[in-house]
């Protein structure tokens, strides 16, 4: 059947978080606020994933503009991302969050009422 040209792309993302991961995937929701503007479980995951795309896509534009490499190796990134820097060919599969991203109590970004994305706040 020939695709109509009305007809958008289509992406399906599914993912399970357990454990510590799980809880840290909770922490984010809340931080972000989504169970309040969700109405649904795949609202909520629809609005996670959608943030994590666009957070995604400036950490790699970021990552190009040091680095230098437009289609960087997925270890490679992982490694930048987790040590803040440049290292070739890392043997880090799954990393651990870097203390400069964990945020300390009272980091909260402002008031209750305020939505804060933070997406301007610089790390390293």
């Known amino acids: 059947m020939a695709r109509n040209s009305a007809e958008s792309a289509v992406k399906r993302i599914s993912g399970e978080f357990h454990g510590d991961d799980a809880v840290e995937m909770e922490i984010i929701e809340v931080s972000l606020g989504v169970s309040r503007i969700a109405r649904s479980k795949s609202d909520r995951d629809d609005l996670v994933l959608r943030a994590a795309r666009f957070a995604l ?9 040091e680095t230098g490499e437009r289609f960087p190796e997925y270890h490679d990134f992982l490694s930048w991302l987790t040590n803040g820097e440049y290292q070739r060919e890392s ?5 651990t969050i870097p203390p400069a991203l964990v945020m300390k109590k009272g980091e909260g970004g402002g008031d209750e009422g305020q939505e804060s994305s933070g997406a301007t706040e610089q790390v390293g």
Do not use: H, I
């Open 91 to 95: 043997e880090t599969m799954y990393p």
């Open 57 to 65: 896509t400036k950490t790699l534009a970021l990552y190009r503009l």
